[in-house]
């Protein structure tokens, strides 16, 4: 017996046990991980569902109405009330972009101040009212460069070139544009390019 207490006997091993536990644990991970990325990926990277910001058929069609009738108020030079303090100003809806109609880039001179001759660029795009077909729209783009260039010669460098001036000058060139081409074919003037030397 002395033989018996001296020789340790052998443990058995669990033999897989182990690892089938670690395995089940990583697989479980990157399930979870991957569900999480399929639900939270489209929140935090722009996707999302569309249908649930999508309005009803009714408002959809008084929000289209309603944005018509801001691109009417603009082309007239019709002012908002400002809104009162402690209220954020809503955001303007601008409705939908059916066609566009791109502009050669216009350079005129204008007098600054000091009395030189300084140089600016503007690129423009027209949107179209839904129905202009850019084709049809074609013939009157010289009268809507003539429009442009025509606002530009009429005032001088520092108003043009000052940024807080800015929102003034794409305000009255859609007027300009929009009352030389009528309302029945541009809704909208946007300076796509604006250079001054």
Known sequence: MSEEASEPKPVEKKKGKGKL????????????????????????????????????????????EGSEEKGDAEAHGDEEK???EGESKPKKEQGDVHEIQGLEAIVVDTRSADGNLRHIKVGLSIELVEG?????FKAYVPR?????IGYFRTRDFE???????????????????ILAVGKKRAKRIVITDFVAQ
């Open 132 to 136: 202009t077909k850019e084709a049809e």
């Open 82 to 84: 400002p809104a009162e």
């Open 159 to 177: 108003q043009l070139s000052d940024p807080k001036n800015f929102t003034q000058v794409v305000k009255d060139l859609n007027k300009e544009i």
């Open 21 to 64: 536990v670690g395995i089940l644990v990583a697989l479980a991970l990157i399930l979870g991980a991957g569900a999480a990325g399929a639900v939270l990926a489209p929140k935090y990277l722009g996707g999302g569902d569309k249908a649930a910001h999508k309005p009803a058929e009714g408002e959809e069609e008084a929000a289209a």
């Open 144 to 148: 809507a460069r003539e429009a442009a």
